[in-house]
């Protein structure tokens, strides 16, 4: 679903919003006296972005109905909202969607997956330009593999180790998601310490990635750990690995993730093909300046507090730039979706656009 550029802005901006919502701090939540009074005003907040929200997807789904009245055969260009519209309208189904099973679930990828993957690459770039080294390296590798008369695409992810690596490393040190919350099904015993039945728990996935026990000098960015040789070697981020749990892990793991793995390094590795990259301040490496400084700021995904400024420049000239450009301009992830095999959800546009602070 191609949206004008207005309604993407909002999308963008509403799918912000509900990431710092969730991972606002609500007295509430602490002190009793507070309940009821919406001090902090997050009540309103979330009703605004709530109703906000909704017009959006009901304009989307409207005009997708117009859409398919006046083009007949939809057979090969299928978004996902046809898919969706498709099962709503099809009266054997076996579970009848509705309108608003639509709207959630359209909900659901934009807010789990656009600021999740776009705060991943904006923190995947940071770490790089501090750490010059990591850069050229994935440089050399990228020429290696790709070369530079064609553009990196999700295909070539699999070949190239370190790119995979630096993915790895950052969604160690940087997740995107820093919890996880489950809720005790039985009471629980661990440790001399008992969980009642009911109760929510949270996993802090961030510190996980931070511990000691399995990582040496765990707030240093090194890719390398997770290359041969190195203690991640073998340390897969998909949930098997409980000193590395970015997606979570179980059967409520991230369903996006395999999607993830895919399209965020695939981005990443565009972006340091296709432009020079210049800190108006360089580190040296590892050291702070340049895009340096960069702290999280609350929020569920938490992004940079102050996003670096940084001034990319097109550097190959014989790679076609046009798909990289038109995702620049294309700001919603949505606009993206096509369903061949699978979902192929490319949010290069709004991973685009965050990146270039536009
Ligand atoms: C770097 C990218 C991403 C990260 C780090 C991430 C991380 C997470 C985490 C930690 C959870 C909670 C898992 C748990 O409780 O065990 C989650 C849930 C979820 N994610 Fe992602 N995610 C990413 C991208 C995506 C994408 C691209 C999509 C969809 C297109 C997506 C859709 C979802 C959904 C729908 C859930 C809720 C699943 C449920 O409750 O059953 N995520 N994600």
Redesign the pocket.
Known sequence: TDLPGDMADAAHDCAKQVAELVGAFNLEDYVPLCRGWDLQGLGRRTRGVHAKFDALLETMIKNKGKERREVADKANAKDLLDILMDAAADPTAEVKLTRDSIKAFVL??FT??SD??AT?VEWMMAELLNHPHCLQKLRTELDAVVGRSQLVGEPDVAQMPYLQAVLKET?RLR???VF???EAMQPIYVRGYTIPVKTSVFFN?FTIGRDVTWWEEPLEFRPERFMPGGAGEDVDPK?QHLQL??????R??????G??MQ??PAFLAALVQCFDWEVPNPPLDGGRGGAGECQEAAACAPSHAAPSSTTPTINCSRIPLYPLALSFHITLPLSYISISSG?N?Q?AGLLGTRILGR
């Open positions: 659901d990828i789990a997956g999740t993957t991943t969604l997740p995107p998601a996880a919350q489950r996935i949930g749990m970015p997606f979570g892990s179980g409520r793991a991230c369903p996006g993730m999607l993830a399209a965020v979902i959800l949010h």
